[in-house]
């Protein structure tokens, strides 16, 4: 990436910079003062320090993705979830591979990574369902595909997401939409098979139309609403 020489727009005043970078012009004028050959050297400093970082994480990329070609099959599948990105694919292949028969069932890699509800107890009563720390670099991935899963419509998974966060807030349904995620990617490693989504409607026929419609109607009765449904006529 190039960059405008810091030695063509100084020494001299602000004014000179403004000439440089054309897209500030409308943030430019709220600044005032000098930039100094002080100025110019730090940042100098820290456009190197961008690209060195950008140099990395290219040639760090291309060793990642040389290393996955053997396992492209799995990768192509995973990227079918939604919320999971090519580099999300590769983080949970990373972290757990794709051998699912280390785990009986999509439970037990769930609760290995710490993506499952706590249950921890004292004389029978439930003292905290918070997860258990688990694998960190994990759980911040699949916490990142559930934040982008949720904000879908037309998918199961941004439908359970808005089933879940009035009851339980947004960070809670996030979390419960990564665990989602992490129960599909293990039967699609485990049977090496496309991801299927239920559809946005899943809620709503498991429930039944008519449980459904109570269930809504008693939601407007707690806002002080007074509904009535009718079914709508059918038009030859």
Known sequence: ?????????????????????????????????DFTQHHAFMVASMLRAIDEADTRIARLSGEINRQLQPLQQQVDLLITIPGISLTLAQILIAEVGVDMSRFATAGHLASWVGMCPGNKESAGKRLSGRTRQGDTWLKTALYMAGASAARSRSTYLG??????????????????????????????????????????????????????????????AALGLDVTATPREETA
């Open 159 to 220: 439908a359970q997401f808005r089933r879940l966060v009035p009851h339980r807030g947004a960070k809670r349904a996030t979390v419960a939409v990564g665990h989602s995620i992490l129960v599909a990617a293990w039967h699609i490693l485990h049977d090496l098979v496309p991801y299927r989504d239920l559809g946005p409607d899943h809620f709503t026929n498991r429930l039944g139309q008519e449980r459904q419609t109570r269930r809504l109607l008693a939601q407007l």
């Open 1 to 33: 990436m190039a960059h405008p020489s810091v030695t063509e727009i100084l020494p001299g005043p602000f004014k000179q910079v403004r000439r440089q970078f054309g897209s500030l012009q409308g943030k430019i004028p709220l600044l005032t003062g």
